[in-house]
């Protein structure tokens, strides 16, 4: 097998090629302006560029036979072939692609990102992807997109498995993410311990392959009154490939440094687990771990003679877990093992000469393993462990099995009089299955197994929409003109695990049903025997949820160019839900250029989010640390009476104000956007502390609920500078990207419950943690014949968090809350980080590439008095806890 690979990038290697050519080039329209963000690509590839706000392009092709493709939003793809020239002007003609998606923040065919009078940007994954050696979307988006935010977690159940991403600080369910321009299913998965975004649901981007994504637009703005719910940060529309050209792909190897540096065991003073690749919880000494393999493969071809297209791609991902320093309490910190497959079509075909038919979705499936915090032996004091199943005790693997699918299916019209009709469904489902490894249930003693199906949840979403669409040239300097309507529905479940994984059993090995008559399993000691899968207890029968809801929303939107320069935008929208009522929102956004190197922008909107069918009814019993005890703890569905005699209502929707004001400059080769936003939320969901429940005759002695908590506010500034300048034969390219940011906290809403209790300075710290500072990145590229180089700089804002000793020792005054911060302040302080990479193709069928993300092996500031929530040396905070990641890449085509 090894020489038969050796053989076939032999026979590539050796293909007779011509040299590269660097090609150049301005486009404009049929009036002479020029265009910025026109998508050039070397067609049969994957190796394309987008035009700057001057216009101009420099791209290398593979020899003087190549074929250039210019596709842009609103106008005729073209297809130009290269025949040795080095300078390529081009002038593109309106229409309406076969499959065109519209961009983000418009409702116009017509309208380019740029052209929008708020701010867009447009980022190409698939490149992004392949030169930066990251396998998934979040970690690609985290050093692409200054405003967006994700860092993996550990120890912090679900969301090891989900990342949790956000954008400008607000919650990961406050950024609404497209697919086509189609609304994208949610994660069942509510955040819950440990992390960034901890009582919300967001959407897994991960389970998207980046190798199916053509781009990536980013909407920084509030836009609840143009899509729904969800769009108060923004809005996310991932645009699918569409290419038809023959099979692209590549494989990609990584793999990341176990070095921490000196001095860990000497500042903590205690026996460390993981440091420098030794006294490892596998017992294998490495110098590298998180070995990662990513194979992508992406197939196009044309339907018929009439621009019809399929595209399919296909991506395997395969994960090893990491081990970090820890204690003996988390001697398994670390990033979660992954074992992932993909599958994504992209489709549309011509029905008539003014319709099509379109279609695109997927399937996702992952297998995740993660380690819960270790139990120690019972010669050691620990009544969790089992002596004869673990004499040494033992760290739980939380394992899940997690299936995404999605399925859109639409036909779009042109009318004879102009109006544009798309009527549209739209299915996604998504299914998390808990299993539980390598544990006990302590009070079945020797007759527990080790492995234990602990149950799960699913969400699944339906979205039917008819959408009309005109532009009315007659108008003023243009017209456009839309309205639609969409109805959604929603169901969340949850199901059960087997008996063992939730039950209590007593001394006669039998689960506990009637408390009265049974007593519960002792050790030894005497001591009651917790009941449950150690690391993540079973969702029982009493926790099982099969709840839906219906959402219908209409909508009109209207965008007036008075003049050429002036653009005025307005939107209307109402929704109606089945649980909670209804809303209205709208919004009014304009942009004037000045001149034809300087526009200004702005906007005001209000904005919504309708809380999730997760956060309505998610319902647990599990063993929570509170006050140092390890207690039976209840998260209370909203709905439940538990939570109403604590005082706390039923849960409404999210409400919020944007504001923003920018502007975008073109100097020549140099190009600058800047854009200042404030963002008010009243009725931010939480999930509260928790409350003293010992007295309710439940089983158990604390509580914590989903409540409608806080009002916040958050004001902050985008930055994006860039410059490109092509020469003879190279290009060179300079970026920066920067995001300044605050969030307030500017009313909990704790009505008569103490303040401390239920959304107290450690709960506070997190939802203001997501929220950092600042981040700005500096990229640095430059190419010449067949080689190309970028380095990019990140620099992340010093972090602020409360750690566990809140949780162990909560405070109920703010004497003692006083106390606690001068002992329990974690801070890590702001860090730089260097990636780099090299790229050389070797034929023009064949790229090798070669680089380093986290180059000089930075980690959060460590923490040596063992409190961190995540049980490390540090919470994944800033660059996260994995350290330096070295990869190589090789990039083909057929």
Known sequence: MKRLLLALLTLLVIHQVDAQLTITGRITDTD???????????????????TDLDGAYSINVANADATLVFSYVGYETKEIKVNGNTTIDVIMNEGINLGEVQVVGTRSYRRSSTETPVAVDVIDIADLSASSGKAEINQILQYAAPSFNATKQSGSDGADHIDPASLRGLGPDQTLVLINGKRRHQSSLVNVFGTRGRGNSGTDLNALPASAIDRIEILRDGSSAQYGSDAIAGVMNIVLKDQTDGLTGGVTYGMYSTSVGDGYEAQAGDVLYNIEGTNRLDSVDKSFDGNTIKLDLNYGLPIGENGGFVNFTTEYLSKERTLRPGWSWRKGYGSAAIDGFNFMVNSAIPLAANTELYAFGGRNFRDTDANAFSRESFADGDNRSVPSLYPNGFTPHITSSITDVSASVGIRHTMNNGWVADFSNTYGKNYFHYYIKGTNNASMKEASPTDFDAGGHSLSQNVTGLDFTKYFEEIASGFNLAYGLEYRTENFEIFSGEVASYAQYDNNGLPITDPVSQQPATDTNGDQLPGGAQGF????????VDRGRTNIGLYVDGELNITDPFLVDAALRFENYSDFGSTFNWKIASRYTLSDKLTVRGSFSTGFRAPSLAQIHYNLIFNNFVAGESLPSLLSSNTSTVTRAFGIGPLQEETSVNGS???TLTLGAFTATIDGYSISVKDRIILTDNFDASGLGLGVDVAQFFANGVDTKTQGIDIVLGYRKAFNKSVFTASLAGNLND????????GDLNPFTFFGPFSQAYLEAAAPDYKFSLGLGYSINKFDFGVNLTQFSKVIIQDFQWVDTPATTQAEADALYAVATDTYDAALVMDLTAGYSITDRLKVTIGASN???????????GWTDQGGFNDSVQMGSDGAYYFGRIGFRF
Do not use: R, W
Not at 35 to 49: I, P, Q, R, Y
Not at 743 to 749: F, G, P, Q, S
């Open 32 to 50: 002479g302006l020029t265009l910025f963000g026109v998508n050039v690509a070397e067609k049969g590839t994957s190796h394309g560029t987008v």
């Open 537 to 544: 207890p079973g969702y029982s029968p009493a926790n099982v």
């Open 661 to 663: 004001l920018g502007f």
């Open 743 to 750: 969030l307030t906290i500017e009313k909990i809403h704790n």
């Open 855 to 865: 180059l000089f092996n930075k980690y959060p500031t460590p923490q040596f008095d």
